[in-house]
């Protein structure tokens, strides 16, 4: 199961942190992922790290101005968001694939959790 928490409003320019807690003790060595859906878009790929974060991968919007890291013993993963733009705005999901290092595709990734809602106001 995977909980995302942090979301909220924002003004242009401002930051946020997400969380995603899982729980299982298998966590640790899942590839993890953050994705977004804004209304009347797809679902797109945000971030994402590998069990041992010694990879990640950004989506080109988002390089430079988000940080995706986890922290195993506690099962968590972040995702610090920063210079936040209007265009950001979206439901933030985070995303756990049982196999694999890294991915950007979504169908890759085997659970999912609810969403968070992120608005960022201009």
């Known amino acids: 199961q995977l909980v995302e928490s942090g979301g909220g409003l924002v003004q242009a320019g401002g930051s946020l942190r997400l969380s995603c807690a899982a729980s299982?003790?298998?966590?640790?060595?899942?590839?993890m992922g953050w994705f977004r859906q804004a209304p009347g878009k797809e679902r797109e790929f945000v971030t994402a790290?590998?069990?041992?974060?010694?990879?990640?991968a950004y989506a080109d919007s988002v390089k430079g101005r988000f940080t995706i890291s986890r922290d195993n013993a506690k099962n968590t993963v972040y995702l610090q968001m920063n210079s936040l733009k209007p265009e950001d705005t979206a439901v933030y999901y985070c995303?756990?694939?049982?196999?694999?290092?890294?991915?950007?595709?979504?169908?890759?990734?085997?659970?999912w959790g609810q969403g968070t809602q992120v608005t960022v106001s201009s």
């Open positions: 299982g003790r298998l966590f640790s060595s899942y590839p």
């Open positions: 995303a756990a694939a049982r196999y694999g290092s890294i991915w950007r595709a979504s169908a890759k990734y085997d659970y």
């Open positions: 790290i590998s069990w041992n974060t010694d990879s990640t």
